[in-house]
């Protein structure tokens, strides 16, 4: 495609279920990240994947946040069991080995 | 470790005035690169000037330029002629030979009409 394609834009959820955010990278882009960013907050970093090596998990929260990536193609973020404070907008961002950082439009969660 | 700085969470600026957002980071690297990105209230994230740390030059966007000063370890963006839709927030970034990008907490620029 022609960006970086977040799926959905907006998920509402109840406390206690699985969510689970899409995120479609440029082709040909081989790192990909994901951030939680707070209302008027700033940047979060999650998780980071960088072709074949082992992700950077060191920004996931809890053991219920968790993310997937095969090869250099689509990523899935998971949180289990949502919580109210799991509530912000998910952003995604592919780039080339280094180099700008292309980003989606994000996913909206709220936890109700 | 690789940080970011952004020591402004808001400034305001009067429409046309000329504005400076600061920067300043620390790497040991001695090449790498620096980012300035935008997010307007759409919370789309775009580019708004790069520089890469082995060139002295500043670069230059139209009305965005940077002031990057490397013993310092500074980057700073002006905006000049500020213009309404100029209103964003505003995350300077850094990206060494680790590749990871490193984000600073943001500034927000409030532009007054």
């Known amino acids: 495609g022609a960006g970086v394609s977040q799926s959905p834009s907006n998920k509402v959820t109840e406390k206690g279920k699985d969510v689970e955010l899409r995120c479609d990278p440029i082709?040909?882009?081989?790192?990909l990240y994901w951030y939680r960013q707070r209302l008027g907050q700033g940047l979060e970093f999650l998780i980071y994947?960088?072709?074949?090596?082992?992700?950077?998990k060191s920004g996931l929260p809890s053991d219920r946040f968790s993310a997937e990536r095969t090869g250099e193609s689509v990523s899935t973020l998971t949180i289990q069991r949502t919580q109210q404070e799991d509530s912000a907008v998910y952003l995604c961002?592919?780039?080339?080995?280094?180099?700008?950082?292309?980003f989606g439009q994000g996913t909206r969660l709220t936890v109700v | 470790a690789q940080t970011v700085t952004q020591s402004q969470p808001e400034m305001s600026v009067q429409e046309a005035e000329t504005v400076t957002l600061s920067c300043t980071y620390d790497t040991s690297e001695s090449d790498y690169y620096l980012f300035w990105y935008k997010q307007p209230p759409s919370r789309q994230m775009i580019l708004v000037i790069r520089q890469e740390a082995y060139k002295q030059q500043n670069a230059t966007e139209n009305r965005f330029s940077v002031n990057f000063q490397k013993a310092a370890k500074s980057f700073s963006l002006k905006i000049s002629d500020s213009q309404l839709g100029d209103a964003a927030m505003y995350f300077c970034?850094?990206?060494?030979?680790?590749?990871?990008?490193?984000w600073g907490a943001g500034t927000k620029l409030i532009i007054k009409p």
């Open positions: 082709s040909g882009h081989t790192a």
């Open positions: 994947f960088q072709g074949n090596s082992a992700p950077d």
């Open positions: 970034a850094c990206q060494d030979s680790n590749y990871q990008l490193i």
């Open positions: 961002a592919s780039t080339e080995v280094i180099g700008e950082a292309f």
